[in-house]
């Protein structure tokens, strides 16, 4: 009997070992189109056949998407423990790719926050602040602010030219009647 189930148990044993299990694996290849990756397994380095890149949010047109790097570590998944179809589930943050430190508290994005960081260009939102930084804004539409608007260092312009601009015209200007310029004059 003991023999008999020891057979049992070396084909069950057997069988549970074919059946692929979830593995670390690193980026080796990106399809920009169709945001697959093919990715080597590890520790082995097998290369595998392309799979799709799992994202936080999908749909027709919609999605928040951020490709990977080559050499990014991720979590694949074998499709229904075949070792032939893989699916990229998790990406991982290791020792040589740590999570960002964000500019605007010099500490990654802790619990309860939420962060977008790329080479020149960043989005914190952090309590009751959204951080941001970039070279450029770039706004297709219309803006509609409930506050105010200050800018520190810089201009506020509409088409004709800067607010600064208008205001300098307008100090200047005079009337026919009067031989200087007319108060009251705006000078902040
Ligand atoms: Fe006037």
Redesign the pocket.
Known sequence: MDRFLDAIHARVAAHVNQIAQPRCATVQAFDPTNHAVRVAIQPEGLLTGWMPLGAVAVGSGTGIVAPPAIGDQVLVVPQEGDSEHWHVVSRIFSQVAMPPVSPATNKPVQSGEVGVFTNGAYLHVSGGTIYAQASQFKLHGNLVVDGSISSTSGDVSDQHGSLDRLRGN?DR?T?SSLSSP?TPQDSE
């Open positions: 307008y200007h009337h007319p």
